[in-house]
């Protein structure tokens, strides 16, 4: 399963951008996902709620743009108040 494996990769890159002494968590991340990539919606989606459990974005919800072509990228990330 390679969503797993890219969902642990989302998860790290968040939180390596997340600022030094951050208290807040992350309440959702938003990606653009490339109808030519072959990663399931719905499994990335469960895996990415595996991988940020006992880290910043725990509870963080994923939402996904489905665009055309080959393009993976975060483009939001909001956090908690």
Same mark, same amino acid.
């Given at each position: 399963m390679h969503e797993f494996s890219i969902?642990? /990769?989302i998860v790290e890159s968040v939180r390596q951008h997340?600022?030094?002494?951050?208290?807040?968590?992350? @309440?959702?991340v938003k990606l653009r996902i490339g109808d030519r990539v072959g990663i399931?919606?719905? /499994?990335?989606?469960?895996?990415?709620?595996l991988a940020g459990q006992g880290t910043a974005l725990d509870g963080? @919800?994923?939402e996904i743009e489905p665009v055309p072509g080959n393009e993976l990228?975060?483009?939001?990330v909001d956090l908690e108040e």
């Open positions: 969902a642990r /990769s997340l600022p030094a002494g951050e208290l807040r968590g992350v @309440k959702s399931a919606p719905e /499994s990335l989606t469960f895996c990415f709620e963080a @919800k994923l990228s975060v483009v939001e």
